[in-house]
């Protein structure tokens, strides 16, 4: 679900008071976009998914990657009605609780 090495690498790479800053901004402007998407027309899907598919990369939530490749194949393809954004929602949410619950340890 996390790609915890990708977390590790960032946070060597920024440094743990930037990382943190990360996180934050992250979180925030994903579930700002999943919230814009769920009444968003399906044409702006395309562009929302590639954006939640980039931010979910840098940040290491592969399962949230995968899915938002998926959704945004599919609006590329025109293929709307396979893309369920309340499902994206419900996996963003279950690797955001896996990485803070992840992080909670690693800071214990």
Do not use: N
Not at 22 to 36: A, I, P, R, T
Not at 43 to 72: I, M, N, R
Not at 74 to 80: E, T
Request: proline residues 1%; glycine residues 6%.
């Amino acid at each position: 679900m996390i790609d915890w090495s990708a977390v590790a690498q960032l946070r060597g790479e920024i440094g743990e008071e930037d990382f943190e800053a990360v996180v934050d901004v992250f979180l925030e402007e994903v579930e700002d976009k999943l919230q814009e998407l769920a009444s968003s027309p399906t044409d702006a899907y395309a562009a929302g998914f590639h954006f939640l598919k980039g931010s979910a990369s840098y940040l290491g939530f592969h399962a949230l990657q995968t899915v938002c490749a998926e959704a945004e194949k599919s609006a590329r393809y025109g293929a709307y009605d396979t893309i369920d954004v309340d499902a994206v929602s419900a996996v963003y949410r279950q690797s955001r609780a896996h990485f803070l619950a992840g992080e909670a340890r690693s800071v214990s």
